[in-house]
């Protein structure tokens, strides 16, 4: 079928052009004063669709063209639109050389028509663009207050932004989750340092490591196809011109919250020597910050007295309330460097290299409230109060390099590229360790008069004063770790582009080579053998008491609302006394080896693909066609820890081998109304691959009593994509958009957690919390986007100088999944290795609806600016609205992602033509992550980060 799509395309294509006569222009465009190349700039055959933009060297090239009369238009920001009629002869190309006039009276200075090329470009390549994209220049990202990939793709149509410590991190698109969107660097994909996901964490990146970012949202035949949500594309810096281009920029910041400062320095240096093109990039930034916190973990059970089953008394009700309180560094490390080789106007080739290094060493002060046997929602009577620490420091890192080529052989484009691209993630030196309140179970309550800030009683005499006594709190374990994750992907690609009358078919093929491996090392102490009544060891034994290994920390006021953290262990006395007193501690084998191998997995993805596609253009419409073919051989092994509930059995290692392919044919068209205005839609057919935690053959102990098991059955989600989009270039950097799109995507993956029993179900109510990934049956995703952008040009005196940006998207979705079993099924028996999602969910009976995770029903960017030459200043917000994050064993124990506002300010003045300076405020707003349980109303997480800044000087030459 796909073989008779494309055969049917070529034949419709060659047949209209048949008798059709084939003409070229070729060309140059200068500054007409300084004799300058204008890179960038853009070409467009009036009352068609076919257009380009000059290169590095403000060369240009169009071939194809099927009229033997054409008037051409060429734009460049700044410069006044020029219009050319050409007469063509049949034996040889046209050669033109344009001479642009500026139009100073729009920009003034040179450094701001500087400032603008980078943007105008990105503007450019979106309009002249065969798909739907996005693309934003790294001058647009310098007028954000934005410090890593991430928050930069925030400001694009249809993106959500999960953080982590108030940073954004990881990237959704199009009310999709992260797992379904393709993340590249310089156009191959790279692997994540991650060791449950595929997806990476754009926090590694820093924004000025950036010239491009493009988000493609329609993809094309010669794009990998595994990005159901799109494509994000990082492209990196290059050398433009003779001239060196040098930026220097320092800056240095405080931190509200943790009243400690934040540092950065960036280098830039770029010049062309005749044919051969240099640049490097790097920057360094540390982050000094922190962040209060307060989780909540509830259960659905029977309150205490009213266990009986088949009764429908199952309420939720709180497991632990969390006290938190982060001290945090972070540094990120960023070094690109591009070279490249022109050796004439028909051959050239490249090597381009990327360093990210991002350190997250974190301290994590924990208060636990661990509560059980319920009487009501609000009162319970086993109870007891931890105090842990979590000391550690992650480093991320992701290196990339692309050696590659393009050369036009007669008529025949070929490009070719060879990738490395290698990530890692390391933990070392993991401290985790943890002391508790002694005695016997203690009564607690909760007082929810404010629903939002939860207060804990004692409603037993003398319960409070055991709970605040520190000196008799008692060791209740430790883990050392020693972690590593890596993961390479070989690339080898090429491709053939072959031009006819009117349009060019293309073809190509790609392997991808990917290993990735998890390799944890871990110690679990259990116990420390010291008592006052007991000495199990000849000789002295050094006490282990909380307030000794206890450095003096106390926070008073956590969160502004009065909680108190204190007499917490200290990292480095705990690990001195474990230094002097290693051969003392109980050492857990069982433990041990669950968390040395539970999650230790090797993974080996071979992967194959091949296309053809054409391209024709009718005067102002073009048709873009084709079909992907591509081929997954996976060969995955984890591992079981087998015990008897207590004492290790044995260690099995679990193997799967498989191989997954898929026919993906895409079609689109463009019609360009006139030169600024273009409509747009598309049918394409794409498919996503799940992330390695939810497909591995493995089951890992999280804690005591929860678990995740892998599901090797897990099918390849895959996705039929309907756009249509409408869009408009207007004024000086204007644009307007509107569009429409729908996805329907078969076997989505969620994440779905239930209780039950993992051994003899008659053994009482106590469950373990079993999460496991399972498809959907089928989900439909609806949206629509708007986009603005403009200067009020056309106001008068200083509100010319004021702008607008400004997008919003509107999604909907329902999905459908298995209906999942009530939460009072306490007989429950799950199984690993033996039980199918039967066990899980009623695979018999009625569709459930949902909404599909990840999806946010509206997002919007809004920023006022305003800019004159020597001065840029902006207020930016940005919004996202609650979405669903994973499915609980019902509707009640849904866990949701709240909405939030965020804003921010940025501003920018020219001392001199070559000096900056620039000052930032970051979530000025104080505006916490919140998480939440079923409804608003039952909070699952607050943390809030307080604002922060930075003040800086750039230096240009």
Not at 94 to 103: A, P
Not at 269 to 283: D, E, M, P, T, V
Not at 377 to 405: A, F, M, P, V
């Amino acid at each position: 079928m796909y073989r008779f799509f494309i055969v049917f395309f070529w034949g419709i294509v060659f047949s209209l052009n048949s008798s059709a006569q084939d003409y070229t222009v070729r060309g140059t465009v200068k500054d007409k004063e300084t004799n300058e190349p204008l890179p960038g700039a853009g070409i467009l055959i009036e009352s068609t669709t076919k257009g380009t933009i000059t290169n590095l060297e403000g060369e240009f090239e169009i071939k194809n063209i099927a009229q033997s009369k054409a008037t051409l238009v060429i734009s460049y920001l700044g410069y006044q639109t020029q219009s050319i009629s050409c007469e063509f002869s049949s034996d040889k190309p046209k050669i033109l050389e344009v001479m642009l006039e500026s139009g100073s009276e729009q920009l003034g200075e040179v450094n701001v028509t500087g400032t603008a090329r980078g943007i105008v470009k990105a503007m450019l390549e979106q309009k002249l663009a065969e798909n739907i994209k996005n693309i934003v220049s790294s001058e647009q990202i310098a007028q954000f207050p934005d410090m890593n990939a991430a928050e930069v793709i925030q400001r694009i149509p249809g993106i959500t932004l999960q953080r982590d410590q108030g940073e954004g991190r990881f990237v959704q698109l199009r009310g999709t989750p992260p797992e379904l969107t393709n993340f590249n660097i310089n156009g191959e994909q790279i692997p994540s340092p991650e060791g449950d996901v595929r997806y990476v964490g754009l926090d590694v990146i820093a924004a000025d490591q950036i010239e491009f970012v493009e988000i493609t949202k329609v993809l094309t035949p010669d794009m990998d196809a595994d990005g159901i949500g799109g494509n994000v594309n990082i492209i990196t810096k290059k050398a433009l011109d003779t001239k060196p281009d040098i930026s220097v920029a320092i800056s240095g910041g405080y931190n509200n919250l943790r009243e400690r400062e934040n540092y950065q320095i960036q280098f830039s240096y770029g010049a062309r020597y005749g044919k051969f093109g240099f640049h490097i990039n790097s920057s360094y930034f540390q982050n000094n910050l922190g962040s209060d916190n307060m989780e909540f973990d509830y259960i659905k059970g029977p309150f205490w007295g009213s266990q009986d089953l088949g009764v429908d008394n199952y309420k939720v009700q709180y497991k632990k309330m969390e006290l938190r309180h982060y001290d945090i560094t972070r540094t990120r490390i960023g070094m690109s460097s591009t070279m490249d080789y022109i050796f004439n106007k028909n051959s050239s080739v490249y090597l381009r290299g990327m360093y990210n290094s991002f350190s997250d060493d974190e301290l994590r002060r924990r208060k636990n409230y661990n509560v059980s046997d319920a009487v009501t929602e609000t009162l319970y009577r086993d109870c007891s109060i931890d105090h842990d620490i979590r000391d550690r420091n992650k480093i991320q890192e992701i290196y990339s390099l692309n050696l590659g080529g393009t050369h036009k052989l007669g008529s025949i484009k070929l490009d070719y590229e060879t990738a490395y691209a290698y990530s890692q993630e390391k933990e070392p030196d993991r401290l985790e360790a943890t002391f508790d309140s002694p005695g016997h179970g203690v009564r607690m309550k909760f007082d929810l008069t404010d629903p939002n800030w939860p207060r804990i009683s004692y409603p037993v005499e003398g319960d409070e004063e055991l709970v605040y006594n520190y000196e008799e709190y008692e060791f209740d374990g430790m883990t050392l770790e020693d972690n590593l994750i890596k993961d390479i992907n070989i690339t080898a690609k090429i491709n053939f582009e072959i031009p006819y009358q009117s349009g060019s078919f293309k073809f190509g093929a790609k392997v991808r080579l990917k290993d990735k491996k998890r390799d944890d090392n871990s110690k679990v102490y259990s116990g420390y053998p010291y008592h006052s009544l007991v000495n199990p060891y000849p000789g002295e034994v050094t006490e282990l008491t909380l307030l000794g290994v206890s450095d003096g920390f106390r926070e008073s006021d956590l969160l502004g609302k009065g909680y108190v953290i204190e007499a917490m262990p200290a990292p480095q006395k705990m690990r001195d006394f474990y230094e002097y007193n290693s051969h003392l501690f109980v050492y857990d084998k069982t433990d041990t080896r669950q968390e040395t191998f539970g999650s230790d997995y090797t993974a080996s993805e071979n992967i194959y693909a091949f296309y053809g596609m054409f391209k024709h253009n009718f005067d102002k419409l073009m048709l873009l066609g084709g079909v992907r073919f591509e081929k997954t051989d996976i060969d995955y092994a984890g591992r079981n820890v087998v015990t008897d509930g207590s004492k290790f059995v044995r260690l099995d290692t679990l193997n799967d081998q498989r191989t997954h392919e898929f026919w993906l044919p895409q079609f689109q068209v463009k019609y360009s109304i006139n030169k600024n205005t273009n409509f747009r839609a598309a049918v394409t057919r794409t498919y996503s691959r799940p992330n390695f935690k939810d497909v591995l053959p493995y089951r890992e102990e999280k804690d005591n009593d929860e678990f995740t098991f892998g599901n090797p059955d897990l099918k390849y989600p895959g996705a039929t994509n309907f756009d249509l989009l409408g869009e408009t270039y207007f004024g000086e950097q204007g644009l307007f958009s509107g569009g429409l799109f729908y996805k329907q995507i078969d076997d989505f993956v969620f994440y779905f957690t239930r209780f039950a029993h993992q051994s003899d179900a008659s053994t009482g109510t106590s469950l373990d919390k079993i999460t496991i990934a399972a498809n959907g049956l089928d989900a439909h995703v609806y949206g629509a986007e708007l986009q603005l952008q403009s200067k009020l040009y056309f106001l008068d005196n200083f509100l010319s100088d004021f702008g607008v940006f400004a997008n919003y998207t509107y999604t909907f979705s329902e999905a459908y999944i298995h209906t999942r079993y009530p939460a009072n099924y306490s007989d429950a028996l799950v199984i690993f290795g033996e039980d199918d999602l039967s066990a899980f969910f009623d695979v018999n009976g009625e569709k459930e609806k949902i909404t599909l995770p990840g999806q946010a029903k509206h997002t919007a960017n809004i920023a006022l600016f305003y800019e004159r030459p020597d001065f840029y200043a902006k207020i930016t917000a940005n919004y996202h609205d609650a979405f669903l994050q994973e499915l609980g064993a019902d509707s009640d124990l849904d866990e949701y992602y709240d909405k939030a506002w965020h804003f921010d300010f940025t501003t920018n003045v020219s001392i001199t033509e070559n000096l900056q300076l620039s000052v930032d405020v970051i979530n000025f707003t104080n505006v916490p992550q919140k998480f939440y349980l079923g409804t608003p109303d039952k909070l699952m997480k607050q943390e809030y980060y307080s604002w922060w800044g930075k003040i800086g000087l750039k230096l240009n030459f």
